[in-house]
């Protein structure tokens, strides 16, 4: 029994071992496994990767004043992070032409009498405008805030008042979860089920047109050894595709790992796996590439979209929030989650992996009634 044991896992890990080279010289393959999960990553990153605790507003500076204090608060403007000063925004014209077309939020205006001593008062005075468009009124109250408690500091060099009331701010010491850490496990999410899903869809067909699977049906390979070959190969591509777009993450857009990486890693393994029967009973059942790829469609896209990987869950209806929370693809990229952003372990995610578990037994036993050699 040990030595059919020890054959059947040495034809296993050669199948494995053919599978992970095809995988790794095909161009169009690694393409789609590497290359393209890189670029939503950027994509992505570009827009969430650079948050910040700040509000930050693009506004016009119209500077009509003629005092030193004018000039003075100009710079003082120029140089604060909450601002980001449109240098064509410089007269009025100019300011309204770029919120008519929404490059900036609002425009500030410091009239000519802005800075000028009081002569009775014998300190500089002055009121601030703030020009916004219809459609940009809430930002423009927000800007109306911050420019009010700017002030607030300036009056209080030159007079002194009584304040009765006050707010204190005090920090949780706790460091949350930046926009990008939680829109980086949606693309891990989507890269494995890329990957898991549309290799075999693809491959499976072409090897059946080319009569390889007719040929390996005369041999003693059994449907068994040529799943859990095909899976691991795919499991090892996933963690060299996942440890790519990680390390690019940590890299470029500061990724805060949180969790243990061989939790991480168990997880991917196992998403990859169950995943990849759903690409190995749709590309085991087809005959070929036009029967695969609408299927594979009509399966991914909803997973992609319902289970969190691009937008959060919790925006969904109640309903849609209960339904996609049982898809394959949702245990993934909570799990995820938990470990990158919260620093869970595999142990803490039971009922994720619970699930993908469960999911697992089903996909497999379709994938082996529905496989055809031909």
Known sequence: MF??????????????????????????????????????????????GNDNSSVKFKVGLVNQGKSDFAKQFEEKVKADNTFEVNQGARTLDSARQKMDRDEIDATIILPESFGMIDSAKKYPTGKAEILYNKNSEQAAQTLS????????????????TETPFSVESKS??????R??????TGLLGFSILSLAVFGPTNVFPQLKKRGVLKRYSTTTLKVRQLFIANALSYSLVGILSTATLFAAAKIFFKLNMKGDYLSLITLIV????????????????AKN???????????VFPMIFLSGAFF???????????????????????????????????????????????????????????????
Do not use: C, H
């Open 179 to 184: 926009s990008f850490d939680y829109t980086f």
């Open 312 to 374: 959060p869950r919790f925006l969904m209806p109640e309903v849609l929030q209960t339904i996609s929370s049982f898809l394959p693809l949702t245990p993934i990229i909570d799990g995820a989650r938990l470990i990158i952003t919260e620093g869970k372990t595999i142990f803490e995610i039971a009922p994720q992996v619970g699930l993908l578990a469960a999911w697992a037994a089903v996909i497999y036993l379709i994938a082996f009634r529905v496989f055809r050699w031909e």
């Open 289 to 299: 590439e036009n029967q695969a790829a609408p299927v594979a469609q009509i399966v």
């Open 145 to 160: 805030s911050v420019l009010s408690s700017v002030f607030n500091k300036i009056n209080s060099g030159f007079v002194k």
């Open 270 to 285: 196992l998403g990859t796996f169950t995943l990849f029967g759903v690409g190995l009973a749709i590309g085991g059942w």
């Open 172 to 177: 949780t010491a706790v460091e949350g979860q």
């Open 3 to 48: 030595k059919n044991l020890k054959k059947e896992a040495l034809t296993i890990l050669t199948f494995a071992k053919i599978e992970t080279k095809r995988s790794l010289r095909d161009k169009t393959a690694l393409f789609f496994t590497f290359v393209f999960p890189l670029i939503f990553l950027f994509v992505f990153g570009g827009i969430f």
